[in-house]
């Protein structure tokens, strides 16, 4: 782990936003670990270090907007616009699919930035990259806090991560005793 991931784990740990216990994952998935990003997203100052941290990561990529799947891409989809003085969209929930509201559009050609806090498989991301391309916008790369995956997920785009992870899951029927002898819990993103 590089001194970028230590510092940004650090800040995770120090905010309460990395919970350890009996979890289940968006995904459906059951985990002893837990990225609770509202908690770290709770404090602004943590979420600009956060965001200047990540952006480094995103080299010579080239984007005029950014959009986040709503709810947990919003802070920092919006932090990573502020910063990097672009237009900033989110996506969400209408019909149980992620959709475009509130009068939002993106232009053909208009180069867009899809940005999370924590993808474990990449639904949300598929989700938003796939409104981009409806749009005839074109979807420039990913940028997200925390990758679960341990590096695995695929876009099929640039995609960067401050932190790259693999903390196990499990399907329902496979969850370790030591971690469902815990009570399962429902955290939320």
């Known amino acids: 782990m590089d001194d970028t991931q230590s510092a940004a784990l650090a800040i995770f740990r120090k905010t309460g936003a990395l919970l350890e216990g009996h979890f289940v994952l968006r995904s459906g998935l059951h985990s002893g670990h837990f990225f609770q990003c509202a908690r770290v997203c709770e404090q602004m100052p943590e979420v600009e270090q956060l965001t200047a941290m990540l952006l ?50 993106l232009a053909p050609g208009e180069r867009v930035l899809i940005a999370e806090d924590v993808v474990t498989r990449g639904g949300r991301v598929r989700e938003c990259i796939e409104i981009v391309k409806a749009a005839g916008a074109l979807p420039a790369g990913v940028a997200m806090l925390v990758d679960r995956s341990g590096g695995q997920v695929d876009f099929g785009i640039p995609t960067v991560s401050l932190l790259t992870l693999s903390f196990p899951t499990y399907a329902p029927d496979q969850v370790p005793p030591e971690i469902a002898a815990l009570p399962a819990q429902k955290p939320g993103s």
Do not use: C, H, W
């Not at 920092?76 to 900033?88: C, D």
């Open 56 to 105: 480094p990561k995103l080299g010579t990529l080239e984007f005029s907007t950014v959009l986040a799947p709503a709810m947990g891409g919003l802070v920092i989809g919006q932090e990573i616009a502020r910063q990097t003085r672009s237009r900033y969209l989110f996506a969400e929930k209408q019909n149980d699919q992620l959709v475009l509201r509130r009068g939002f559009t």
